[in-house]
Each structure stands twice: as C-alpha cells, then as structure tokens.
C-alpha cells in the first residue's frame, strides 16, 4: 500500500492546554508522560516553543498557517468571521500535493479550515457524568480513519485535538489517584478558597470538581493525571503507525496550541493570562529519514515556524512567504534561534499585549481585566522565571524599552501586511453583544463568566452556538450585579 515515491504521511498532535513544563521530557517532577518522553528520544524536542497568540483559535491558528496574527488577523477566541481567504491552512496546501486529510476533534473553528473529513468525539463532561475517557474517545474516531487513510492511495494528513488537559480534569481512574493521595476534602486546608470565590469561573468549576473539594493540589494532581491517562492512550497510536509498518515513513509532530494555568496567577485551572505557564508550550518531532534522534534544541520558536518545517521535511514548495521559518536549520545547529524576543497577544478573557525577550516579560492591559490586575507589568524571567514579582514600577526604563521595541514590530508588521493590529479590532471580544471594552476591572468581574461545563462547550464552538452564550451571559447579568465584589488588593 506504501512506495517509496510517496510523500510522507504526516501526524498532527495539536494538544489543547498542554503546558511544557508539566510533561517528564521538559523536566517535570512527576512522571507524567513516559510514552512521550520515549517518542522524544526517537526525534527532536524543543525546549522553547512559545505560543504567541493565546488561546485556542488564534494559537491553532498560527499553528495550521505558518503565520503570525497580522497575517491571520486571527487574534480572539471568539473570532468573528472565518480565516482570511489569503492565507491557506496547512490542510489546504497538503490537500493541492494529493494529500487526504482528517481532522479529529477540532469542527466548526475558522483556524481548522481546508480537511477533507472532521470527526468528533466528547470531550466535555461533569462531576455528576463520571469520569471522562477523553483520549479514549478520541481514539475511538482516529485509529478507525487511520485504518481508512492507510487503505487508500494518497498520503495523509491526519490532525488530532487531544483535549485532556482541558479543564473538565477528570482522568478515568487509576489516574485520578496517580499523583495525589491526600483527603481532597479536608476540611483544615483552604487552599481552594480563592478558587471557587472567583465568580467568574465558580460555576463551571464547581461543575466538575468534587463536592466539597477544600483542596488545590487535587485539582493540580487531576490536570497531571489527565496528561498520563492520555499520554498512554496516545501510545495506542504510535502503536497502530508502528504495527502497520508506516511509523518510520510518517512525520509525527506532537505540539501544544497552549499551556494552563493551575494555581498560579489568579488565573485558576485555564489559559489566559499571558505568563509562561500558559505560553511554553512543547514541540516534539520524530521522522528518522530526516530527523537525529534524542536531539534537543535550545533555541526559541513559535507555532508559526512548525508549518514551515513539515513542509521542508516533506520536500514540498509553495511559493508561499509564511511568517514563520523552518526549524531544521535550528535543529542542524546552523542558528541558535529565529527569534529570542517576540510579540504576544491575549484576546479571550481579558486584552492584553505585550513583549517577552529571553530576559525580560512586557505585559501592558488594553483595557482593565477582571483580576484587577495592573495595567503595566514586567518581570525579570531570569531572576523570576515564575513570574511572581511585578518589578514595572522600579524599572520604568526598562518599560519604555521593551515597549518602544513592541510597538516597532507593530508597526513594522502592519506596514508588511497592510493590516491593521487586530487586536484593536474586535469590538466585544469577550462575547458580550453592545458591551464594549470594559471601563474598570469591577464591571469585567461582573460581566465575564462560564456557566458550566456545556456552557463552555459552547464557547468554544462558538460559531455553533453564539446565540446561545448570548442568552445565558444576558441571564447571569442581573445576578451579577446584585453580588458587586470588592476591590480586591494585589
Ligand atoms: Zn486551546
């Protein structure tokens, strides 16, 4: 069924709030993913890929294009509208080259545009449903198309949404208890008190935690053992490519759109917030024809150099100019990095921009943020890797340098384009009709919120469903404002 003037087949893992530094290979304390740690030592792992563009639409975006958000205008969750004509998806391009391509678990996103074929599998549940075989389901839909594309006769592109580390966490058992075996609901810790007093979330946490849950590091230990419950299931396809003898002749890329916030920032069990927890994300490619094995590469890259290197692994031209660049000169050891110091978006839960170099984090909100966190932040990643100590106002120099040098690159990008930066340009990009942006932190507390587990569903398949979420937030107003929270001190 394979020849050798075959293009190679080409496999996807585009892994939803996946954070590097939670998975064994990136030097994390537990053993969360040992089947990916010994897919890493058959290829290249990258330590510093960064998600420029956060969330989901916009990181997946950039990801599936080669292209940085000017070129996208893909900048919120909630994009309005579909992917620029202009730019074609990777699925597109592959599909002109004779390629079939699949997609798993990503419907109805204007960042997954161009697949033949999109499959489905639940990935949403709650506490009172029971626990959520998540990578199970998926793989319930992937090894059956896979079985499909390996009968035909053109290569194939296969993309699969891994959404196991996506909160609802809930890992079937025995990874529940993995990692944690403490009283969940002791009622001596408080530790989750700060957690379910966050209104905006409360509601859909509350969905899917455990009943009287007192304690964070559970939660914590859920998100972990939702990577190894999932990092076994992934084995089963790395299993089926090897079993048909076509693992060795497929370029396999395992990536995060994103990373997660646990109990860090405030930001509590998601993805906004645009600190390194949410940004590194990993990037793991095995294809032996063309790839050294157990190579690491120091050097800093983003999703828009991932395309790019698929494409020259596969020896196919475009003629497309991508934004990003292939890492393989990276990998041959030829450039220490394309770019140490670049340009970062949020458009999601709050607004915000700014500029992270190797040495230092630039973070500016564009309008107040329901965290009541400061408009300016800066931290020195060096001396504060975990960014805990806001150093904005004792080093006001070194603000006006980092934001001269962003808004350089703005200017330079949108003169490139012709495209205006469009993060100025999503009126109610927090999905809240006629609201506009928010003029204090108070009323972005009192606006924003997640229902429950379906809710968020929906904002995610928000194309599906935006009258929906419309309904429900015009439903939550009334009780929010009844319940106005104090300032709270940072
Ligand atoms: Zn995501």
Not at 2 to 17: A, C
Not at 262 to 277: A, I, Q, S, T, W
Not at 358 to 370: G, M, S
Request: aromatic content about 10%.
């Amino acid at each position: 069924m394979t020849h050798p003037i075959r293009k190679p087949n080409i496999v996807l893992l585009g892994i939803d709030s996946l954070r590097a530094d939670h998975l064994s290979s990136y030097g994390y304390l537990r053993l969360t993913s040992p089947h990916l740690d010994r897919f890493a030592q058959q290829g290249v792992l990258f330590e510093n890929t960064f998600s420029a563009h956060i969330p989901t639409t916009s990181a997946y975006g950039s990801m599936l294009t080669g292209m940085d958000v000017f070129s996208t205008q893909v900048v919120a969750l909630r994009h309005k509208g579909p992917l620029r004509e202009e730019v074609k998806t990777l699925a597109e391009i592959l599909r002109e080259q004779g390629y079939a391509t699949v997609c798993v678990g990503f419907s109805g996103n204007p960042s997954s545009r161009g697949f033949d074929e999109y499959l489905d599998y639940t990935a949403w549940g709650s506490w009172d449903e029971g626990r959520l075989p998540k990578a199970e389901n998926l793989n319930e839909q992937a090894i059956p198309a896979l079985e499909r594309l390996l009968a035909g006769d053109k290569p194939f592109f296969l993309v699969l949404r891994h959404m196991d580390p996506h909160a609802p966490y809930l890992p079937p058992t025995p990874y529940e208890r993995i990692f944690y075996h403490g009283n969940e609901c002791d009622p001596a810790n408080n530790s989750m008190q700060p957690v379910l007093a966050f209104k905006p979330f409360r509601d859909f946490l509350a969905s899917w935690l455990p009943p009287g849950i007192t304690d964070q590091a559970y939660v914590t230990a859920q998100y972990d053992g939702a990577i190894a419950y999932m990092d076994a299931a992934i084995q089963t396809i790395f299993t089926a490519l090897e079993s048909r003898g076509v693992l060795d002749e497929t370029i396999v890329a395992v990536n995060g759109d994103h990373g997660e916030t646990l109990y860090e920032h405030d930001c509590f069990f998601d993805h906004h917030g645009v600190y390194d927890n949410v940004l590194h994300v990993p990037l793991i490619l095995r294809y032996p024809a063309k790839l050294p094995a157990g190579k690491r590469v120091a050097g800093f890259n983003q999703h828009k150099d991932l395309l790019p290197t698929l494409l020259e692994l596969a020896e196919i031209e475009t003629g497309i100019a991508f934004d990003g660049r292939s890492l393989l000169p990276l990998v041959r050891g030829e450039i220490a990095s394309h770019e140490s110091e670049f340009y970062i978006t949020e458009c999601t839960w709050m607004r915000k921009h700014g500029w992270r170099t190797p040495h230092w984090k630039l973070i500016l909100a564009l309008e107040p943020d329901f965290h009541f966190k400061p408009a300016v932040e800066l931290y020195n990643l060096v001396e504060d890797p975990a960014e805990n100590h806001n150093v904005a106002e004792e080093n006001p120099d070194v603000v006006a340098a980092l934001t001269v040098r962003m808004q350089a690159w703005i200017a330079r990008r949108e003169a490139e384009t012709g495209l205006p930066n469009p993060i100025h340009q999503q009126g109610d990009w927090h999905g809240h009709e006629g609201v506009g942006p928010f003029t204090s932190s108070q009323q972005a507390y009192d606006t924003l919120h997640i229902g429950n587990a379906s809710q968020a569903k929906r904002l995610q398949e928000k194309l599906k469903a935006e009258a929906e979420v419309a309904a429900a937030a015009a439903e939550e107003k009334p009780k929010a404002k009844s319940r106005a929270r104090r300032k709270k001190k940072k």
